[in-house]
């Protein structure tokens, strides 16, 4: 098949929002990093790379991944799989810094960003943000439950009389 591979990330910030950036050829244009995957790379570090050429970020991926086809715009087919990036540093200089950063909710990028495959990468990142929210709940609603079980063991067991 004459499909170009490419790689890309939704880069989280901590706030719970995401950064996108200025496209290279359309300033006005808003998208998230992405680009070829080289042969000498893994997707991952292909991934990483582009986030870091374009838009200046340094992160972990997390495992979850999109894969999306689209035409770029020299008519090229395209497979590119984008990965959630939780965003460890923001550089000061970088690779393209012609490009614009911007971060935005959720609810923002999901207008700003206008082709298919980029909201299509951007609903697994908010999937994937819902999914935390969701375990941090669960964690605070059965924390105390098993603190108080540990108590009422520790209880049971100091009342109980030793066997001889």
Not at 38 to 61: F, N, P, S, V
Request: aromatic share 8%.
């Amino acid at each position: 098949e004459d499909v170009r591979l490419c790689a890309g990330v939704v880069p989280l910030m901590k706030q719970g929002k995401v950064m996108l950036i200025s496209s290279a050829k359309h300033a006005n244009q808003w998208i998230l990093p992405k680009g070829g995957w080289e042969q000498d790379e893994t997707i991952e570090d292909a991934a990483l790379r582009e986030c870091y050429e374009e838009a200046g970020l340094e992160g972990e991926l997390r495992k979850k991944y999109v894969e999306v086809e689209h035409t770029n715009s020299h008519g090229v087919k395209c497979r590119t799989r984008f990965y959630v990036m939780d965003v460890k540093r923001i550089l000061d200089r970088w690779p393209e810094m012609h490009r614009k950063r911007q971060v935005v909710s959720f609810e923002v990028a999901r207008t700003l960003l206008t082709k298919r495959p980029l909201r299509t990468a951007l609903g697994l990142a908010e999937r994937s943000r819902d999914d935390r929210q969701l375990a941090r709940l669960r964690l605070i609603f059965w924390l105390p439950a098993a603190f108080s079980l540990v108590a009422w063991i520790v209880r049971l067991c100091a009342t109980r009389k030793p066997k001889l």
